[in-house]
């Protein structure tokens, strides 16, 4: 929000530096991110004055040209070449003395230097209005008032301002600060604090009168509970133009372009005292009649923009007789507007519903300053005063009469909200005790009144226009921000509690296995949790009516809550892939949201995502690209690094992967992954292999939470490693041979390992070769060669009679 320091002081008198005023105001809570300075013409005019053309005679070298003498007052006149048609002795000029920098339309600057034009010396520039910056004619110089003396300063004439202007990051709960009058009163309330004595100037409305009752229109407010106060009047006989240049100043300080004095004083009005006003054509008011409703689903009104939208069935428009005029607080429509060829209008004031303006607002993708004020809330108790001040001003600066009573449709008043205050409270959440005298100053410089006063605390009526300030806690924060966070002063003493927390909290165990993924080359990816409803038709596991719908979506790629990370995770690959990141390993923590019956439930997973080859391509390394049993390889370490080693692996089958694998403990899911279905890589435009895997983090806490920690000493006798060749059928697993395995030998057994597959010629048909290892170790004793081919002969003994498989 900006705002103009001179614009300010209209109601509070002060004096200070901008820098000083930036300091309290950011110590008020209205922080001030920056100041700049403001001139009306850009440059100040400075070092422009005003000259007197003594002689002009044609440039000996050029038709276009005249050679001048001009006197500015100090020193010898200067000579200076000028080409404008109009130039004649005996005007008086303004003229740009040599260093005086100048700027274009597009605020380039340019500085005037002493030069040679066709052989003549020139010492300066006579200028023409738009090199001024003062207007855009360039027909010739500008010819000032004869009377003027020479040597005047040209910025002295034109009455430019100087100005600076106030950045400040508004936060959405200070609706009352939202204009400089909102802005004034918080600065009222500092200066106070600092012991100032000082008072807050409001406009007068008080020269307000109807001059006819000759331009009635009736106003209908039907949908009351959306606008619960409407204003309005009617002023005729009015002259559409340019504003006055004060008027134009006051807009162009804080970023505004002025249009025409009456849609101006509107904008002027705003951002004053932050009620935002339309202006109505009075002569498109079919039938006289204001009409507050709102309209059918589906209708089409095009707006001031000239784009032609949908109406939503709770959208409150502003309607004549026969058709809409406005979207209410949001934007004007196209044919209802202030032109050059008005002379009367409908001036309206009013009090929206925030959630009504709010949801209008986000429906059709509009920001403007009127809805901006009305979707936090404005001051329900401003609205006819301001329209008033709006009516005096129209009348200031485009003449006319107003020619109707003030219709003010206001059935259910608005009240102040009742507070009390504890002393002791106050005491407790600041960490000092403030005189009580200082808070009733405070309070009362915030415009809250105090209605009984007791030992123990303050009975309290906040303004309407202070939504933020409802609670006692808000009141206290109110007292704070005044008194001065500064001034209170750090205690000596700091105390602190130590939290008992577990190993197994959540955060915890996601920084565990997040820094290993990350070890391994892993990337950690963040998506959006909204997602479009379409993705629900990819797959059988997900069904549309389990989908968590937006109530107000921002669009339809962003009306429902995921139900997978699959998706989400799929739009980064391919997004990457799209910018030739074929090489990709991803991994994300979130949310899924599902809808069951009557109940709304989340769940939390761990997604993981690899494509590609597993490393970039080296001169010394061969590049492999990552398969199944990669990801295999990364899940099982997830796994036994948060002690879940035990677990069952059993194939799935649906339509998310092609080959999947389910990872259990007991009945628990753990983990289950695999190769993504061809058909849904496709709808993301993937050609590549992508294998995925999705942790139910869930049951992974759960199962984490129950695994007990053993420790035992390091085995101080050797293990020993022996091999098998085994000719099995296609179909035995490696599974089913370290099970067997396991069970055969359960105590000096330690490990068993595939480290080579062999399917091709020399082999029979319907045959595989497994070359597997088995690590043996007695942890008390070295192992004899005797025990090693005992077990090594029970096992060979169990492949055989339970597998079928032969020794090669």
């Not at 000028?82 to 005996?90: D, E, F, M, S, W």
């Not at 597009?106 to 034009?117: D, P, Q, S």
């Not at 307000?208 to 005729?236: M, N, Q, W």
């Not at 929206?352 to 404005?378: C, M, Q, W, Y």
Request: charged share 25%; net charge negative; hydrophobic share 40%.
């Amino acid at each position: 929000m900006k705002i103009s320091y001179n614009w300010l002081k209209q109601f509070v008198n002060i004096d200070w530096a901008p820098e000083k005023t930036g300091e309290l105001l950011t110590d008020l809570g209205l922080e001030v991110e920056g100041i700049e300075a403001y001139q009306s013409v850009k440059g100040g005019l400075e070092g422009v004055v005003v000259g007197e053309v003594l002689t002009c005679i044609q440039h000996p070298n050029a038709d276009r040209l005249k050679v001048t003498t001009v006197n500015i007052g100090s020193g010898e006149p200067l000579q200076i070449v000028c080409g404008a048609p109009n130039v004649a002795a005996g005007q008086k000029v303004p003229v740009a003395t040599i260093g005086t920098t100048l700027y274009t339309e597009e605020g380039e600057a340019w500085t005037i230097k002493k030069g040679k034009i066709r052989g003549e010396e020139s010492h300066g520039m006579i200028c023409a209005e738009d090199e001024l910056g003062l207007g855009k004619s360039h027909d010739g110089i500008l010819v000032l008032d004869a009377d003027l003396k020479v040597g005047t300063l040209v910025a002295d004439i034109f009455e430019v301002e100087n100005d600076h202007v106030f950045e400040i990051g508004l936060t959405p709960n200070r609706a009352d600060a939202m204009s400089h009058f909102g802005t004034a009163r918080d600065l009222k309330a500092g200066l106070i604090q600092q012991n100032m004595n000082v008072e807050l100037i409001t406009p007068s409305a008080s020269s307000f009168h109807v001059d006819s009752r000759t331009l009635k229109i009736d106003v209908d407010v039907i949908d009351k509970e959306s606008a619960p106060r409407y204003c309005g009047l009617t002023l005729s006989n009015l002259k559409v133009g340019e504003s006055p240049k004060w008027l134009q100043n006051r807009l162009k300080a804080i970023g505004l372009t002025p249009k025409n004095n009456i849609v101006d004083v509107t904008n002027y009005i705003l951002h004053d005292l932050g009620q935002p006003l339309h202006a109505f054509d009075a002569s498109k008011v079919v039938g006289n009649k204001i009409i507050v409703k709102t309209l059918e689903k589906g209708t089409k009104f095009t707006t001031l923009d000239g784009i032609e939208r949908e109406l939503h069935e709770e959208d409150l428009m502003i309607c004549n007789a026969e058709k809409p005029m406005c979207i209410a607080g949001v934007f004007g429509g196209a044919d209802s507007g202030v032109t050059e060829n008005t002379t009367s209008i409908f001036l309206e004031s009013a009090y929206f519903n925030p959630v009504s303006i709010r949801k209008s607002a986000k429906r059709h993708a509009l920001n403007t300053d009127a809805s901006f004020r009305f979707e936090r809330g404005i001051d329900p108790n401003i609205t006819e005063y301001a329209l008033k001040c709006a009516a005096i001003l129209i009348q200031e600066v485009a003449g006319g009469e107003i020619t109707s009573d003030i219709v003010d449709i206001y059935p259910k008043k608005i009240e102040d909200f009742q507070v009390r205050l504890s002393f002791d409270n106050a005491r407790k959440l600041i960490g000092e005790e403030i005189p009580r005298e200082i808070i009733k100053r405070i309070l009362m410089s915030l415009d809250i009144k105090i209605n009984n006063v007791t030992e123990t605390g303050l009975g309290l009526t906040v303004p309407a226009y202070r939504n933020d300030v409802i609670r006692e806690a808000d009141i206290i924060e109110e007292i704070l921000r005044v008194y001065g966070y500064n001034n209170i002063k750090t205690t000596e003493k700091l105390n602190a509690s130590i939290s008992n927390t577990s190993r197994f909290e959540d955060y915890k165990l996601q920084n565990v296995v997040g820094t290993q993924l990350a070890a391994q080359g892993f990337f950690e990816i963040l998506s959006n949790s909204l997602t479009t409803p379409n993705y629900a038709k990819l797959s059988e596991l997900l069904k549309d009516e389990h989908n968590v719908a937006m109530l107000n979506p921002l669009s339809n790629d962003l009306s429902v809550m995921r139900q997978s990370l699959l998706f989400s995770g799929l739009e980064a690959v391919s997004h990457n892939i799209n910018r030739r990141r074929y090489d990709l390993k991803l991994f994300e923590f979130g949310k899924t949201y599902h809808h069951y019956n009557e109940n709304r439930e989340e769940h939390k997973h761990l997604s993981v995502f690899v494509t590609g080859n597993k490393s970039a391509e080296r001169w010394n390394a061969t590049t492999k690209p990552s398969d199944f049993f990669y990801l295999k390889g990364t899940i099982t370490a997830v796994l036994e690094r948060l002690g879940l080693s035990r677990f069952k692996a059993s194939p799935i089958k649906n339509d998310v992967f092609s080959e999947g694998v389910c990872l259990s403990l007991g009945k628990t899911t753990l983990v289950e992954f695999g190769i993504v279905n061809k058909k849904i890589l496709k709808h993301f435009g993937i050609t590549q292999e992508v294998i995925y895997a999705d942790f139910n983090w869930d049951n992974v806490i759960n199962m984490t939470k129950h695994n007990s920690i053993k420790f035992k000493d390091i085995p101080k006798y050797p293990e020993v490693r022996r091999d098998f060749a085994l000719l099995l059928d296609d179909n035995v697993t490696f599974e089913a041979i370290d099970t067997i395995a396991k069970q055969t030998e359960k105590q000096l057994l330690k490990d068993v390992d595939l480290f080579d597959v062999y399917q091709g010629k020399n082999l029979p048909k319907g045959k595989k070769s497994y070359a597997v290892s088995f690590i043996l170790q007695d942890e008390h004793n070295t192992l004899t060669d005797k025990q090693i081919d005992k077990i090594m002969n029970k096992l060979q003994a169990n492949f055989e009679k339970k597998l079928g498989a032969e020794l090669r």
